[in-house]
């Protein structure tokens, strides 16, 4: 839950070093629709973060994640009902930019 919002989603990043997992540097981060940077807000059943996808998408050296939430409504001429979407959070050496 996020708020009020019952099965809106959220995803939870570590990240790894040459140790294992750490939480420490670069932090840990929580991610939801309703977190800074990310479009949209947090809406009951979307289930946000319900797929993901890592990978080096833009070829920086850096990996890349793909956040899924796939039942988003998508609002413009026509409203779409759970039609979903997708959202890329982009690698850096301090963790991830949404």
């Given at each position: 839950?996020?708020?009020?919002?019952?099965?809106?989603?959220?995803?939870?990043?570590?990240?790894?070093?040459?140790?294992?997992?750490?939480?420490?540097?670069?932090?840990?981060?929580?991610?939801?629709?309703?977190?800074?940077?990310?479009?949209?807000?947090?809406?009951?059943?979307?289930?946000?973060?319900?797929?993901?996808?890592?990978?080096?998408?833009?070829?920086?050296?850096?990996?890349?994640?793909?956040?899924?939430?796939?039942?988003?409504?998508?609002?413009?001429t026509t409203m779409l009902y759970n039609a979903g979407r997708w959202r890329c959070c982009t690698g850096r050496p301090r963790g991830c930019k949404r």
């Amino acid at each position: 839950m996020v708020g009020t919002a019952g099965d809106a989603g959220a995803v939870g990043v570590l990240y790894g070093s040459s140790l294992g997992l750490q939480a420490v540097s670069p932090d840990d981060q929580y991610i939801t629709q309703d977190s800074l940077g990310v479009k949209h807000s947090a809406e009951p059943a979307d289930n946000f973060g319900w797929s993901l996808a890592a990978g080096d998408f833009n070829a920086d050296g850096f990996a890349d994640l793909a956040i899924g939430d796939f039942a988003e409504n998508l609002e413009g001429t026509t409203m779409l009902y759970n039609a979903g979407r997708w959202r890329c959070c982009t690698g850096r050496p301090r963790g991830c930019k949404r």
